[in-house]
């Protein structure tokens, strides 16, 4: 089946030590998106590529930042995790801007 | 600026009863989606319906459809017959242009046996 797949499930990492979340889709979608959702909250879009264009969100940190290889690879890097950026990071993609969004089952990171 | 609103943090229903979910929004967009997703505890966001908004008919899929006033800028959704599984959180959610979607803050159902 075609999918959005996300690894690891769970990451832990240590105060300022840096970590990459990795995302990859089956389903050849032009837009790859990157969120991040803490408890109880929707989620916070961080950035997006449509296609190899990049689109930074205006309020996401600059600790956060990310690439996309090709079509079906992105990936998410934290520079210097704190303890505020403990959260689920969900990935999605779409056809193109408008169309519904396919989610990942996301990544859980814990900052100790 | 585009916006979404649901004001119902919680909500609860019956086993086998029938529940509406609300949701208001607000964009200056002629053209654009208009989208449910669900979100079981720790597992993963899916779509639930999609309404574009040039369609006049309301999407249904299954057990669940919406309610969708274009001129109030109101996208309800109703789930009939619930069932546990319909456990989650409920997102709403805009897309219209080159915007990524919207999300509004989201309503917690938890349906009881």
């Known amino acids: 089946d075609a999918m959005v797949i996300q690894n690891p499930r769970y990451q832990v990492t240590q105060f300022g030590k840096p970590v990459t979340l990795s995302c990859s889709q089956t389903?050849?979608?032009?837009?790859m998106y990157w969120y991040q959702q803490k408890s109880s909250q929707a989620p916070k879009l961080l950035f997006h590529y449509y296609d190899k264009d990049f689109n930074n969100e205006a309020d996401t940190p600059d600790n956060f930042q990310s690439r996309r290889p090709n079509t079906s690879f992105c990936f998410l890097d934290i520079r210097s995790p704190g303890l505020g950026d403990a959260a689920m990071y969900l990935c999605?993609?779409?056809?193109?801007?408008?169309?519904?969004?396919?989610f990942g089952p996301g990544t859980r990171l814990t900052v100790t | 600026a585009q916006t979404v609103t649901q004001s119902q943090p919680e909500m609860s229903v019956q086993e086998a009863e029938t529940v509406t979910l609300s949701c208001t929004y607000d964009t200056s967009e002629n053209n654009y989606y208009l989208f449910w997703y669900k979100q079981p505890p720790s597992r993963q966001m899916i779509l639930v319906i999609r309404q574009e908004a040039y369609k006049q008919q309301n999407a249904t899929e299954n057990r669940f459809s919406v309610n969708f006033q274009k001129a109030a800028k109101s996208f309800s959704l109703k789930i009939s017959d619930s069932q546990l599984g319909d456990t989650a959180m409920y997102f709403c959610?805009?897309?219209?242009?080159?915007?990524?979607?919207?999300f509004g803050k989201g309503t917690r159902l938890s349906v009881i046996a």
């Open positions: 959610a805009l897309n219209s242009g080159n915007t990524p979607l919207v």
């Open positions: 999605a993609t779409s056809a193109r801007f408008g169309y519904e969004q396919y």
């Open positions: 389903l050849n979608h032009n837009v």
